[in-house]
C-alpha cells in the first residue's frame, strides 16, 4: 500500500491521472475513507485535465491510527501539508468536503503559498452561530457503536446515519457502496471520536478567512441538516475572492446526480486560479529556474 510519513505519521494515499497535471489533493470528511471520494468522481476531475491525490486522513482506513491522543484540525492541515512535502509538490488545488473543507481551509490560511486554489464543500468556519446541526441529527450521528459490532451490522449503522445526513432524494445504492468500502477497509470508532473532539476543539476561522486572498469555491446543499447552509453562506461572506454554489436539494452527501455540476464548478475554479496566479518561489520548490 502506498504510504508515506509525514508530521510523524503514516499516510496512505492514492495518485489518480497524469502524474505531469496540475494536482487536486481531496480531503475527506469526518470518518469517510479516502475511497468516499468515489472513482468515477476522481475520474471526472481527471478527465477535466487534473491529476487527483486522495488519501486517508489519521485515525481513518490504512493511515496511522491514534489510541489515547488528543490533536486538532491544524494537526490534520500539518498531515496534509507534509504528504504533498513528501509527494513534492510545491503547490495544489485543495478540495475537502466537511471536515475535510475545514482541514483545507487551515491549509490555506497558514500555507496560502502552497494552494493555488481551494474548495470548501458542505463544510463551515468553525463560528458557533453558522453551520450547526439539527438537534435530532446530531443526535444520530454521535451514537456510539457497539463494542462487538460485526461488519454488518456496521454496514447497516452506515446506512442509517447517511439517510439521516444525505439528501431527500437518497441514493441507495451509492450510499451502500461507499459504506461497504468503509468496512472492507476497516471501522474504528474510536478514530471518529478523535477527530470529532479536533473539530468542535479547534475553534473559529474567521480571522484567517477574512484574511484568505486564496481564491475560493463553496459548495453547499441546500437540504444539508448536518452542517447548515448557513456555515457554507458564511464561508463565503468572509473569504475575500469567493464564490458560492448552492446546490438544490442536496444534503450532506455528495449523490452521482449532482457530480457533473460539481466537476464542472471545480474545473472552472481550477482553470481561473491558474490563469490568475502569480509565479512565486513555492511553485519552484526542487526546480531550477532561468
Known amino acids: 500500500m502506498p ?39 476522481c475520474e471526472a476531475l481527471v478527465d477535466s485535465g487534473r491529476a487527483v491525490i486522495r488519501f486517508d486522513n489519521r485515525d481513518v482506513g490504512y493511515s496511522t491510527h491514534l489510541p489515547g491522543a488528543n490533536y486538532l484540525l491544524d494537526d490534520m492541515a500539518a498531515d496534509a501539508l507534509g504528504l504533498l512535502d513528501r ?41 458557533p452561530e453558522v453551520g450547526q446541526a439539527r438537534p435530532e441529527v446530531l443526535a444520530a450521528v454521535v451514537q456510539a457503536a457497539p463494542q462487538d459490532e460485526t461488519p454488518e451490522a456496521a454496514l447497516e449503522r452506515g446506512m442509517r446515519t447517511a439517510r439521516v445526513i444525505g439528501s431527500p432524494d437518497f441514493d441507495e445504492a451509492y450510499h451502500r457502496r461507499r459504506q461497504t468500502s468503509f468496512v472492507a477497509r476497516g471501522l474504528d470508532p474510536g478514530g ?21 486572498l486564496t481564491p475560493t469555491l463553496v459548495i453547499h446543499g441546500t437540504e444539508d441538516p448536518l452542517i447548515d447552509i448557513s456555515g457554507g453562506r458564511r464561508t463565503a461572506e468572509l ?44 511553485q519552484t520548490m526542487g526546480k531550477e529556474t532561468t
Open 192 to 212: 471518529v471520536a478523535r477527530q470529532a473532539v479536533a473539530v468542535v476543539s479547534s475553534g473559529p476561522r474567521a480571522a484567517g478567512l477574512a484574511a484568505l
Open 87 to 127: 509527494l513534492e509538490i510545491a503547490t495544489a488545488h485543495v478540495v475537502g468536503s466537511s471536515m475535510g473543507g475545514m482541514i483545507g481551509q487551515l491549509l490555506a490560511i497558514e500555507h496560502p503559498d502552497r494552494v493555488v486554489s481551494l474548495t470548501s464543500i458542505m463544510s463551515s468556519t468553525g463560528e
Open 3 to 41: 504510504t508515506v510519513e509525514s508530521n510523524g505519521i503514516e499516510l496512505y494515499y492514492e495518485r489518480i491521472g497524469d502524474g505531469e497535471a496540475a494536482p487536486v489533493l481531496l480531503v475527506s470528511g469526518l470518518g469517510a475513507h479516502c475511497t468516499g471520494y468515489d472513482d468515477e468522481f
Open 239 to 282: 473569504a475575500r475572492r469567493s464564490k458560492l454554489v448552492e446546490i438544490a436539494g442536496m444534503g450532506h452527501d455528495l449523490p452521482p446526480r449532482h457530480w457533473p455540476r460539481i466537476v464542472a464548478e471545480i474545473a472552472d475554479h481550477i482553470n481561473a486560479a491558474e490563469f490568475d496566479r502569480p509565479v512565486t518561489s513555492a
